[in-house]
């Protein structure tokens, strides 16, 4: 009772924060603003959203199936929904520096007993590793010049 009383309460608070976030973002539409929204959606092709949203979502399940690969050449077994859903909440986590790919191995551990290591060696190998040679010239570019150019000149 109390993990379904915990669960709720989740659900609660996000839900509230979604709408602080939906009025936020519209508590200072003039009326004149409403009616071009509202006229904006009468007037909308919502058919084009068809082949964009299979399209999104074929490739998001791609991405899935080539994570669940990986998953599985580690010795571990893991569902395709669970891959599925696990890359769809990490797209939404992606807030900060690779967040996402943290949470996504945090949710796969959880959902199918798969050690947070084996997630946390994937992401290192396919997401962080390519980055660090960029980002180690990045920080020597930033360090300060300690010789004098004109220096043969004087």
């Given at each position: 009772?109390?993990?379904?009383?915990?669960?709720?309460?989740?659900?609660?608070?996000?839900?509230?924060?979604?709408?602080?976030?939906?009025?936020?973002?519209?508590k200072n539409m003039t009326r004149q603003d409403w009616i071009k929204l509202e006229d904006s959606l009468h007037r909308a092709n919502y058919?084009?959203?068809?082949?964009?949203?299979?399209?999104?979502?074929?490739?998001?399940?791609?991405?899935?199936?080539?994570?669940?690969?990986?998953?599985?050449?580690?010795?571990?077994?893991?569902?395709?929904?669970?891959?599925?859903?696990?890359?769809?909440?990490?797209?939404?986590?992606?807030?900060?520096?690779?967040?996402?790919?943290?949470?996504?191995?945090?949710?796969?551990?959880?959902?199918?007993?798969?050690?947070?290591?084996?997630?946390?060696?994937?992401?290192?190998?396919?997401?962080?590793?390519?980055?660090?040679?960029?980002?180690?010239?990045?920080?020597?570019?930033?360090?300060?010049?300690?010789?004098?150019?004109?220096?043969?000149?004087?």
């Amino acid at each position: 009772m109390k993990k379904k009383l915990l669960v709720l309460l989740q659900y609660v608070f996000f839900a509230a924060l979604a709408a602080f976030f939906v009025w936020l973002s519209v508590k200072n539409m003039t009326r004149q603003d409403w009616i071009k929204l509202e006229d904006s959606l009468h007037r909308a092709n919502y058919w084009l959203l068809v082949p964009v949203l299979g399209l999104l979502l074929a490739s998001h399940w791609l991405r899935a199936l080539r994570w669940r690969q990986l998953i599985v050449s580690m010795g571990y077994k893991t569902s395709i929904l669970n891959c599925f859903l696990a890359v769809m909440i990490g797209y939404f986590a992606n807030i900060g520096a690779r967040l996402g790919e943290v949470l996504k191995c945090t949710i796969i551990a959880r959902y199918d007993k798969v050690p947070r290591q084996a997630g946390r060696h994937h992401c290192s190998r396919t997401r962080l590793r390519p980055h660090l040679p960029a980002e180690c010239l990045r920080a020597y570019a930033d360090l300060p010049v300690r010789c004098d150019p004109l220096a043969h000149c004087r």
